[in-house]
């Protein structure tokens, strides 16, 4: 993620203090002095993803320079509302997709309007946060928990994720939507309330990915896999080159920083040198005695970025109505589960999609993936017959998604069996991601496909599940 500020002054430097972990940034401003206070504030990680530049933030010269073509925001912070106006101007020229400005004067927030330019004005702002603290002792969201933002609003896009579905569609140990405004009024949700676009929600939760949750709500820069946690855990039973190397890659190649593995034999030292090369990052491993039901006990309760394990789980037990291993941990954890067949690295990624709501939700993590691993991305519909009206209506929806990301969606269909015809078109893919719902049962008689397919493809697969 890209954010350019222009201005380097006391809200610039603060904006840079909070950002600098997360964000690539580039800092504009005239004065050398100012740009040399932010090179102080910057920690050793941070000072190869900060660029400083001396100039006019209102040169387009200079802009293009800083690279706001591909920004991913944009926010102009100085102490003169027509350079901050002017800048922001510019930025909207080139198509950055978020624009922010701070206002100085309350006279000049007019202006932002008319040019339909987000803004704060820090006499307002200021002043709110006292009068709500003076008159009602309550404690502005900004300041719960020592400043970590353990609640946030996001307003629900018409392309959201959210965007139609009721709010019990959404279940997480680590988030959860307490209420929503729609226009002028207030809605307590139950699970069945059905969110609306337009609507303004207020998530409370940890503060570690109430970030990477907005980001997913409001859609936009890929977060996978922030948004379900930041660790990865590895089961290896007994030893697997493919676990070992499929979990590396996602490790290496997404926003992962910490990897936990978890064992039936003791190779500690080789698997934490193993990684360590990969990235700088938290490394453990822990032997189990009692293998899968050691490792069942150890994550059930609770929410991981990706758990990687082996393909050594059949496929039978769903024709009897027992859900496989993999099927359990998906299910009880909501974390998506990967079943490593050792095909990395991506280049192509495969996700089935009947138009439910957990296909288009493993579309979006698809979406995500191919975006940040730059590999191409096929939607698979499998339709029972020829001429299927639903097949233009998902069509469409899927053009929108990908409009909305950027990113090119190869539309599919076969016709037959959706699980025959899934395991048969697998083959030509490295990853596949798919989506299935929490308490799905499945049988001989009416089996569910994504558990069947989770277990019949050939290449690694990624199940998400989201709930009842």
């Known amino acids: 993620m890209k954010l350019i500020i222009v201005g380097a002054g006391e809200v610039g430097r603060e904006l840079i203090k909070r950002l600098q972990k997360e964000w690539k940034l580039v800092v504009i401003d005239q004065d050398e002095e100012k740009l040399q206070k932010v090179v102080e504030l910057l920690n050793s990680e941070s000072l190869n993803r900060v660029v400083l530049l001396q100039g006019d933030g209102t040169s387009k010269l200079l802009l293009k320079k800083a690279g706001v073509e591909d920004a991913t925001a944009f926010t102009a912070c100085t102490g003169d509302d027509e350079v901050n106006l002017e800048a922001c101007r510019i930025a909207k020229e080139f198509g950055v997709p978020t624009i922010f400005a701070v206002s100085n004067s309350t006279e000049n927030d007019e202006k932002y309007e008319r040019e339909g330019i ?46 139609g579905y009721p709010v019990g569609k959404f279940t997480s140990r680590r988030w959860r939507i307490v209420a929503i405004f729609r226009g002028d009024k207030l ?33 936009g820069e890929p977060q996978f896999p922030l948004q379900f946690g930041m660790e990865e855990v590895v089961f290896l039973p007994e030893h697997s080159e493919k676990v070992v190397k499929d979990a590396k890659f996602f490790y290496e190649n997404t926003k992962l920083s910490k990897v936990s593995f978890y064992t039936c034999r003791d190779r500690k030292d080789l698997l934490i040198r193993s990684f360590e090369e990969v990235k700088k990052g938290d490394v453990s491993v822990k032997e189990l005695k009692n293998c899968e039901k050691g490792f069942f006990e150890n994550i059930k309760e609770e929410n991981f970025g990706l758990i990687v394990m082996p393909d050594k789980y059949r496929e039978l037990p769903l024709f009897f109505g027992i859900k496989t291993f993999p099927v359990v941990v998906g299910e009880e954890t ?39 691993l730059n590999a191409s991305l096929t939607a698979l519909y499998v339709s029972p017959f020829e001429n299927n009206k639903k097949t233009e209506s998902l069509r469409e929806r899927i053009t929108k998604l990908s409009t909305m990301y950027k990113v090119p969606i190869e539309f599919k269909v076969r016709v037959g069996n959706p699980i025959r015809e899934f395991a048969d078109e697998s083959k030509d893919y490295n990853l596949s991601v798919i989506g299935a719902r929490k308490g799905r ?25 989201v709930g009842e």
């Open 187 to 219: 809605i307590l949700p139950r699970p069945k309330t059905v969110i609306k676009p337009g609507d303004r929600i207020l998530i409370v939760g940890d503060p570690k990915i109430l970030k990477y949750i907005a980001g997913l709500i409001k859609s």
């Open 334 to 372: 909501l974390s998506p589960v990967a079943v490593a067949r050792g095909t990395t690295p991506v280049e192509r990624i495969l996700v089935p999609v009947s138009g439910s709501f957990s296909g288009i939700r493993a579309l979006e993590v698809g979406i995500e993936l191919s975006l940040m």
């Open 441 to 465: 049962k499945t049988s001989w008689f009416n089996p569910y496909p994504p558990y069947h397919m989770l277990h019949r493809s050939k290449c690694t697969s990624i199940l998400v599940c």
């Open 118 to 163: 987000n803004y704060v004005n820090k006499a307002v702002a200021t002043a709110s946060l006292l009068e709500r603290q003076i008159e009602s002792g309550i404690v502005s969201p900004t300041n719960i928990g020592l400043g970590q933002g353990e609640i946030i609003e996001v307003s629900v896009m018409p392309t959201s994720i959210l965007a």
